[in-house]
């Protein structure tokens, strides 16, 4: 089995290339939550349902959210009704967040309703929050503070930001389902997901990392020299007094990564890392990439 950690999009973009060299049986993605809100009376899992969307064959891959194809009456309608859902939502796309919603009143715990809606999704692979807790990222500007998707989706990142808070009020704790997915892993990859909203609130939840340095992990980055491939993650980490490269992503991984893979583009050097072409701009490149992670994690298995 392969377990990845992942937010919404540089690792979403890594597994759908997996998917072409594994069964989604042996896939176990452990996936952010501090992104996720209450909005409109529903539940807003935007990285878990991207991870849904893309095992279900539905992701809209232009933008890496939502569904191919859906269209948005109901989010028209509502702003004609003077409700401020400052996201998008599409029809299709409402009634996941719906269903999640009933379950959650239910008295179901995040983790549980994942595998029912995956199970009725026909998914095989094993989709696991981060946690069962409350977790947000929390963005503090002049504006105020905000929810990290105030700040990126109704503010499309235009204000400066003087600090990132991890809102936790009660752990975070992770899941005995993620640790059981990191301990039970062949190989554990870190996507190129932004280091501060995707793959920190993972890492904080306790337990995982403990789990990940008894587990070969293989990182990589989302950095290309001084800019992220896309994304607000130079803000976020200068915002965190790190450096927007890869350097400073591998400083946040070094405890437990085995191998760090940058760009062979990037001109900023992490000594030992490995070098790949990691811009996944189709399909192909994203199945080239994680057909050589899978490659230099067994090589890597194989010495040990
Ligand atoms: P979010 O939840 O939508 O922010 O998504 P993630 O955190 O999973 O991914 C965002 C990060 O993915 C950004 O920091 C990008 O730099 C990175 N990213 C997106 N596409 C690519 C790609 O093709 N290659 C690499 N190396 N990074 C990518």
């Not at 095989?124 to 990290?148: W, Y």
């Not at 990392?209 to 491939?229: E, K, N």
């Amino acid at each position: 089995m392969i377990t990845f950690l992942s937010g919404g999009t540089g690792t979403p973009k890594l597994v759908r290339g997996a998917r072409r060299h594994l069964p989604d049986q042996s896939i176990s993605v452990i996936v952010n939550t501090a992104e996720d809100l209450w909005i409109s009376g529903n539940h807003l899992s935007p990285d878990i349902d991207t991870l849904l969307y893309l095992f279900s064959g539905q992701l809209n891959t232009d933008t890496w959210w939502g569904i191919q194809g859906d269209s948005f009456h109901t989010h028209e309608e509502l702003k004609r009704l003077g409700v401020d859902e400052y996201i998008g939502i599409g029809d299709t796309d409402r009634a996941l967040q719906i269903a999640r919603g009933e379950l959650l009143r239910q008295g179901h715990s995040l983790t549980e309703a994942i595998r029912m809606l995956s199970s009725t999704m026909g998914i095989n692979a094993r989709i696991l929050p981060m946690t069962d807790e409350e977790v947000a990222t929390l963005i503090r500007t002049d504006a105020g503070t905000l929810h990290f998707q105030e700040y990126w989706v109704k503010h499309r990142g235009n204000l400066p930001v003087k600090e990132v808070i991890r809102y936790a009020p009660t752990g975070p704790f992770a899941s005995s389902e993620v640790i059981d997915a990191i301990e039970r892993a062949e190989l554990v990859i870190i996507g190129p997901s932004n280091p501060i909203t995707s793959i920190l609130p993972i890492l904080e939840c306790s337990g995982v990392i403990p789990a990940l340095m008894d587990a070969f992990v293989i990182a990589v980055s989302p950095f290309i020299g001084d800019a992220p491939v896309s994304g607000p993650a130079a803000a976020l980490m200068k915002a965190r007094g790190l450096s927007p490269d890869s350097v400073s992503t591998f400083s946040l991984y070094r405890d437990f990564c085995n191998l760090f893979v940058q760009d062979i583009r990037d001109p900023v050097t992490v000594p030992g890392s490995l070098r790949y072409d990691t811009l996944m701009t189709d399909i192909g490149k994203s199945a080239a990439l994680a057909e050589a992670l899978i490659e230099a994690g067994k090589q890597a298995g194989e010495k040990r």
